[in-house]
């Protein structure tokens, strides 16, 4: 009997251990839509002074995907490049607030009980 090969059980954690290092990830979209898209805010991200730890010297930043490029060619082609319309697109959407986060878990007004006790008391008022 031949051996046998064993299953790839463990497939799924590469994506686990990617999500989670801290050097690939990237602002998320509610805090470039509620401070960085702000005009002031834009302007000093732009033209930000020469930084050696930067690629490109910090001067060629992308604000919606808060990438740093090396060349403004590269950005120009980043510009027209598929990612960076997505990320426009999903910008364009309103942020997701606090309140619709406590929303969906739960924790709102809850207003049938305010409507139907209204139509009660509308109710008797005609009676």
Wanted: proline letters at 3%.
């Amino acid at each position: 009997m031949g051996r046998l090969r064993r299953s790839r059980v463990h497939k799924a954690q590469r994506d686990v251990h990617r999500a989670s290092r801290t050097r690939a990830r990237t602002k998320d979209l509610d805090q470039i839509q509620l401070i960085d898209l702000l005009p002031t805010n834009r302007a000093l991200l732009e033209a930000q002074p020469l930084d050696e730890d930067k690629p490109g010297l910090g001067q060629h930043y992308c604000v919606e995907c808060a990438r740093y490029f090396e060349s403004d060619v590269a950005l120009k082609v980043h510009w027209t490049g598929k990612l960076h319309k997505r990320r426009c697109k999903k910008l364009k959407e309103p942020a997701y607030t606090i309140e619709e986060a406590e929303r969906a878990g739960g924790l709102g007004r809850d207003t049938r009980r305010a409507t139907a006790a209204a139509a009660v008391t509308e109710m008797q008022e005609e009676t």
